[in-house]
């Protein structure tokens, strides 16, 4: 499906080593639906290398390698760094990532918006200069430990964390997995023909205080049926019914 919040979001790679975090970030990507992969390094073997990430060749094969962060946020109308913060004297609005993720999808569904997210080195993050090129700075709230001093996490999972928050709520993949509704017209019928079976197996006249038709009605919109959902049921209790029916008949 395609939704503007994938088509203006990049995710620069800044002086990554690894070639498996590399394509870890590449499968993420291919995960959430993002495509844009920009890389900055001077270490050529690690990104070729990367080339095979599992489910994520289209990534790797459209990302793009820059010599210098500038060059990588040139089109960019909003850069964010990420940063596990520390000790570091920051120079930035600093936001934690829910916050951030809604700066950066208003954004995104601007006017020619465009958002660059830059992650850093996995040893030593984002430098004081890659950092001067962003707008603000966004960090992923961690539990923190005693006996680490600053808990960080691996490039590829803080990737898709971020890229998490944001289709998180942004409708990107809204019908993808999930049904329609069924309309109020096919609920009343599952409850007319519930109210019947009750009806038929008695049990309306055993529990008379929890079987009036408001009740009933009120119990099948409570289940959110879906428009896949209502030939099941109905054609369940009608089973129940015939069955019901055939018994009380002998």
């Known amino acids: 499906m395609s939704h503007p919040l994938l088509e203006r979001v990049v995710v620069v790679l800044v002086r990554a080593r690894n070639s498996n975090n590399i394509g870890a970030v590449a499968r993420a990507m291919h995960d959430?639906?993002?495509?844009?992969?920009?890389?900055?390094?001077?270490?050529?073997?690690?990104?070729?290398?990367a080339r095979s990430a599992v489910d994520a060749s289209a990534?790797?094969?459209?990302?793009?390698?820059?010599?210098?962060?500038?060059?990588a946020v040139a089109d960019c109308t909003l850069v964010v760094g990420t940063t596990a913060v520390g000790e570091r004297a920051l120079e930035h609005p600093l936001h934690a990532l829910v916050e951030a993720g809604a700066l950066i999808k208003a954004e995104a569904a601007s006017d020619n918006g465009r958002v660059a997210l830059l992650f850093g080195s996995e040893k030593t993050g984002l430098s004081?200069?890659?950092?001067?090129?962003?707008?603000?700075?966004?960090?992923?709230?961690?539990?923190?430990?005693?006996?680490?001093?600053?808990?960080?996490?691996?490039?590829?999972?803080?990737?898709?964390?971020?890229?998490?928050?944001?289709?998180?709520?942004a409708g990107v993949h809204t019908g993808v997995g999930v049904r329609e509704a069924a309309a109020a017209a096919e609920v009343e019928r599952?409850?007319?023909?519930?109210?019947?079976?009750?009806?038929?197996?008695?049990?309306?006249?055993?529990?008379?205080?929890?079987?009036?038709?408001?009740?009933?009605?009120?119990?099948?919109?409570?289940?959110?049926?879906?428009a896949v959902d209502v030939p099941v049921w109905m054609g369940v209790l009608r089973q129940m019914l015939r069955k019901a029916t055939s018994e009380s008949g002998k």
């Not at 990534?59 to 060059?71: D, L, R, T, Y």
């Not at 890659?130 to 803080?158: K, W």
Request: aromatic share 10%; hydrophobic share 40%; glycine share 4%.
């Open 32 to 49: 959430f639906g993002f495509r844009d992969l920009r890389i900055v390094n001077e270490y050529r073997v690690s990104f070729e290398t």
């Open 59 to 71: 990534v790797m094969a459209g990302a793009k390698a820059f010599e210098s962060v500038a060059e």
């Open 128 to 169: 004081n200069t890659e950092l001067s090129y962003c707008n603000f700075l966004l960090t992923i709230p961690m539990y923190e430990h005693e006996d680490v001093r600053h808990p960080s996490m691996n490039l590829g999972q803080a990737v898709a964390v971020c890229l998490y928050e944001l289709v998180r709520t």
């Open 190 to 226: 599952v409850a007319t023909l519930l109210s019947e079976v009750l009806e038929v197996t008695g049990y309306k006249r055993r529990h008379p205080s929890n079987s009036s038709e408001e009740q009933i009605r009120r119990l099948v919109v409570r289940m959110g049926l879906s």
